[in-house]
């Protein structure tokens, strides 16, 4: 996919909302105005923006437990996430669901998720769905380096190989397992190299860089597209924040994210680039800045003034209870 | 003119007809095709029961998919093709096997909807075989459809006969929400009257199969049948028993269970499931909650005893309701 004006400025629309996004969950929960339990995506914008930036409609996305960059980068409306962050009557899961539960199967976003690991086989279903009923759509999923510890994980690159299924698998290795360092959990040395087990050609891309994503992920998506089936797609990537916000952080060196943030930012290093090649100036940058920050601030402004959900509805939307006609 | 087939066989005319009626339905399981899956040559397994022949050659393998082993990928990828528009029918081979796969079940197909905010539809189904009776002991014989009765957002129904599963299934397939299809051993391949054609039978609803006033027997799957003949050997002591056949445990009718109660004033609960949490629980409580003032009597409850399914035959005698059981508790209460 060639990466057109348009293209470049979404993407920098995208890793921007990200970023303001979640900086301004951090500051309204440390004032007390939001609660639940929160796991933000600073640091990873360039892999849901590179991987995205190649997704329609017809292609879908299943999530993790930190899923708000995967959601806005594959279209879910920002205002909607913030309201249902405020457990709003208007948020896109009518405060049902939640930061761990926002999902937006008609933009084909199958779900932030709680549990590790489970988004992998729901991409592994949306591909086959895509493959019986010929939609030329592909499904990702987007997983964490402790998932791909997960029997669900290995099972569905099983089954999404035998098969040949459109998918691909983006592990976000962000070298951290909740509070544990992923090189004393996972054994092998790059994650990608499970994909071998399964005969599954598999990629490496520097997940702080959305050019690098944008071009290994495109191959990717256009193996699946064309029928050739998945792929696992290892991002290397840093989780700038803690597990969840509120994380101490007491189990990880300070350095580290130091040297990640001040050397490695992704949108720092994007601006950098597309500046340096003129593919977009210093004012497209600073609209695209401006515009973000104001809808981020209509989004928390709208969010705070619209209703709660009726008592009455805690028990709705149990059942669908509808049925197909034989 | 009615006829008389084998559960497994009206289940597999079930399948047919929800294949034939609706390219979004497909098979998805452990050999539910088998052998074939091979180009030539070979017969098809059609699964454990055999209850999925004959359909890869009318279908094709795009429709009936054999799957490995591996059974949170076919849960969990199940799930995501019924999000996304397929309509599957998972085979899951025994119930016990839950054990592997169950977060597709408890906590996405069940919640999406409800987590989505009621932008979801999750039209699936997961045919499993339950229960004792075939010396199968213990990790290929429980009744686990209280764990699943128990979780909102799934519906769980279990037939008792032939015609009831073929009509069951054919509504659980065609269903919007996730049901769980329970087939007894003990009844697969027992022969009933199917009617022919496409009918189902709704979720939902109990089905009262013998009328008598004096005492509400209550049963699910196969201890429907150990309910009539408890009751036809009550009869011959003059004691008349309403038989209620349950056939959906999630929902669960309840109106129908209070109905027989306000009738006879003393019930009877049968379920080869253990005892603790489970589905006599749940009616032996509505019972005492909402119907309080129709008891004449205290409810029983005969159910397995709370331990693991024994494998000899023995054994296993001593563990399944019986008749003899079900007549035992009826002579307390009178």
């Not at chain 1, 997940?207 to 029928?227: C, L, T, Y």
């Not at chain 1, 050397?263 to 401006?290: I, T």
């Not at chain 2, 497994?8 to 050999?31: K, N, Q, S, T, Y």
């Not at chain 2, 603790?276 to 005492?288: F, N, W």
Request: negative net charge.
């Amino acid at each position: 996919m060639q990466l057109t004006y348009e293209r470049v400025l979404g993407a920098y629309r995208t890793m921007r909302m990200i970023r303001s996004f979640e900086e301004k969950l951090v500051e309204l929960v440390n004032l007390g105005k939001m609660s639940g339990f929160l796991h933000v995506y600073l640091g990873e914008e360039a892999v849901a923006a590179g991987v995205c930036a190649q997704l329609g409609e017809h292609d879908y996305v299943a999530s993790t437990h930190r899923g708000h960059g995967h959601a806005i980068a594959k279209g879910v409306d920002v205002r909607g996430m913030m309201a249902e962050l405020f457990g709003r009557r208007t948020g896109t899961c009518k405060g049902k669901g939640g930061s761990m539960h926002i999902a937006d199967i008609d933009k084909g976003m199958l779900g932030a998720n709680g549990i590790v690991g489970a988004g992998i086989p729901l991409a592994t279903g949306a591909a086959l769905t895509a493959k019986l009923k010929k939609t030329g759509g592909v499904a990702v999923a987007f997983f964490g380096d402790g998932a791909s510890n997960q029997g669900a994980f290995h099972e569905s690159l099983n089954l999404a190989s035998i098969w040949k299924l459109p998918a691909v698998y983006v592990v976000e290795n962000n070298g951290w397992g909740e509070f544990t360092p992923t090189d004393y959990v996972v054994p092998v040395k790059d994650i990608a190299e499970r994909a071998r087990s399964y005969a599954m050609p598999a990629l490496i891309a520097d997940g702080m860089d959305f050019f690098d994503v944008f071009a290994k992920a495109g191959e990717a998506i256009a193996r699946a597209r064309s029928g050739g089936g998945p792929t696992l797609l290892e991002c290397k990537t840093y989780r700038f924040a803690g597990h969840y916000v509120g994380d101490a952080l007491a189990y990880r060196p300070k350095d580290e994210a130091e040297k990640w943030m001040t050397e490695r930012d992704p949108l720092r290093g994007f601006a950098e680039r597309v500046l340096s090649d003129g593919l977009l100036n210093q004012d497209d940058l600073q609209r695209v800045d401006g515009e973000v920050s104001r809808h981020i601030e209509d989004a928390v402004k709208a969010a705070e003034a619209a209703p709660f959900p009726d008592a009455s509805e805690v028990t709705t939307d149990v059942y669908a209870d509808s049925h197909r006609r034989g | 003119m009615s006829r008389e087939l084998p559960t497994a066989f009206a289940i597999g005319e079930a399948l047919r007809i929800a294949l034939a009626g609706d390219p979004d339905v497909i098979l998805m399981g452990e050999d539910v095709a088998g052998g074939g899956t091979r180009p030539a040559g070979t017969d098809e397994a059609g699964g454990i029961l055999g209850a999925t022949r004959g359909l890869i050659k009318e279908f094709g393998p795009e429709r009936i998919l054999d799957t490995p082993i591996s059974e949170m990928a076919l849960l969990g990828a199940a799930v995501g093709a019924a999000a996304t528009g397929m309509r599957p029918v998972v085979e899951l081979m025994f119930m016990d096997f839950l054990g592997v796969c169950f977060d597709p079940l408890l906590n996405q197909a069940a919640k999406f909807r409800y987590m989505f905010g009621g932008k979801a539809r999750l039209p699936l189904t997961v045919r499993t075989v339950t229960g004792a009776g075939m010396h199968a002991a213990a990790q290929h014989s429980q009744s686990l459809y209280w764990i699943t009765s128990g979780i909102p957002g799934l519906k769980t129904v279990i037939p008792s006969n032939a015609g009831d599963a073929k009509g069951l299934l054919l509504s659980a397939i065609r269903c919007d929400d996730p049901v769980i299809f329970c087939e007894p051993k003990q009844i697969l391949f027992l022969s009933s009257e199917v009617p022919e054609g496409d009918y189902e039978i709704p979720i939902g609803k109990a089905n009262l199969v013998r009328q008598g006033g004096d005492v509400s027997l209550v049963g699910m799957g196969a201890t429907v049948n150990i309910a009539l003949q408890a009751a036809s050997q009550l009869a011959q002591e003059g004691i008349q028993a309403d038989v209620l056949d349950l056939r959906s445990l999630q929902p669960l009718d309840e109106e129908a269970i209070l109905t027989t109660l306000g009738k006879t004033g003393r019930l009877i609960v049968i379920d080869e499931a253990t005892p603790r949490c489970g589905i006599a629980s749940d009616v032996a409580a509505l019972c005492v909650d909402k119907g309080f003032d129709l008891l004449n009597a205290p409810v029983k409850r005969v159910t397995a005893p709370f331990s693991p399914v024994p494998f000899s035959r023995v054994l296993e005698e001593a563990y399944l309701p019986t008749p003899q059981k079900v007549i035992d508790a009826v002579h307390e209460l009178f």
